[in-house]
């Protein structure tokens, strides 16, 4: 502010602050009321998740037609946020959560594991290795399509099969998964993905899912938020809906 004749008056700086300021302050004082009620069936708040595109097609219809049941408001916002700026993405809250197949080491963070699923290995339904069913050696040696948004590098598979003293061939790596219904349907290629993933993107009418001919562990997707909404009522309802949506229950709203 700057001294005028009768007083002060506001510098140009501050009336163009005023707008972003009132704003600002509506958008706090709506946060806080929502935190303290929560009511999902008149909420229009959006939410913000960062999962990738395979925990995408495990995960997301299932969770929108759950929370639609209940609210028709709230929306849902999914883009993957990389891996070491989550902290600091579910800090600010600019995401409400993550979900990640590993989890996060920060003490400021709760996580909790969402999914645990076998992997197959995908083959079309004619496909000539199956006649003999699928061992060890039939694997490695089928050639293999990876999904990685990375350039190059081993797969979680791969580190598997490293410790078996066993390597695959990976004839095709893409970023997304895509791509891989039409190549595998075309192929004698192979992927090797989660069941539940499998069934839902590739189906049994089509392709088979096999065991694989060795152990591996299960894939896991673990859900984070940050501590400081640990108690929030939205964010706790949120959670619920994304456990009913993936277990098959459905949890009433939250007080």
């Not at 009132?22 to 958008?27: S, T, V």
């Not at 946020?81 to 600091?88: G, V």
């Amino acid at each position: 502010f700057v001294r005028v004749k009768n007083g002060v008056s506001p510098t140009p700086l501050a009336r163009d602050l005023i707008g972003p300021i009132r704003e600002a302050l509506g958008i706090l004082d709506k946060t806080v009321k929502e935190r303290a009620e929560f009511d999902p069936a008149t909420s229009e708040r959006a939410i913000h998740i960062s999962m990738g595109d395979l925990a995408e097609v495990m995960i997301l219809n299932g969770l929108v037609q759950t929370i639609r049941a209940e609210s028709a408001g709230i929306r849902i916002h999914n883009y993957l946020t990389p891996r070491d700026s989550i902290p600091l993405k579910l800090t600010s809250g600019e995401i409400d959560f993550a979900i990640e197949p590993v989890v996060l080491n920060d003490t400021n963070l709760h996580s909790q594991r969402i999914v645990s699923d076998q992997f197959v290995c995908v083959l079309r339904k004619d496909h000539p290795v199956i006649n003999h069913g699928l061992p060890i050696e039939d694997y490695v040696g089928l050639e293999h399509i990876q999904v990685s948004g990375r350039r190059s590098g081993a797969g979680f598979i791969d580190m598997v099969l490293y410790k078996l003293k066993r390597r695959r061939k990976v004839a095709v790596r893409v970023q997304h998964y895509l791509m891989t219904h039409s190549l595998l349907r075309d192929s004698d290629m192979a992927i090797t993905v989660p069941r539940k993933f499998a069934q839902r993107v590739y189906g049994e009418a089509e392709f088979e899912l096999l065991p694989l001919p060795f152990e591996a562990p299960a894939l896991e997707l673990w859900l984070h938020w940050h501590a400081s909404v640990d108690d929030n009522p939205c964010n706790r309802w949120l959670r619920e809906q994304l456990v009913a949506s993936i277990d098959g229950t459905r949890h009433g709203s939250a007080s």
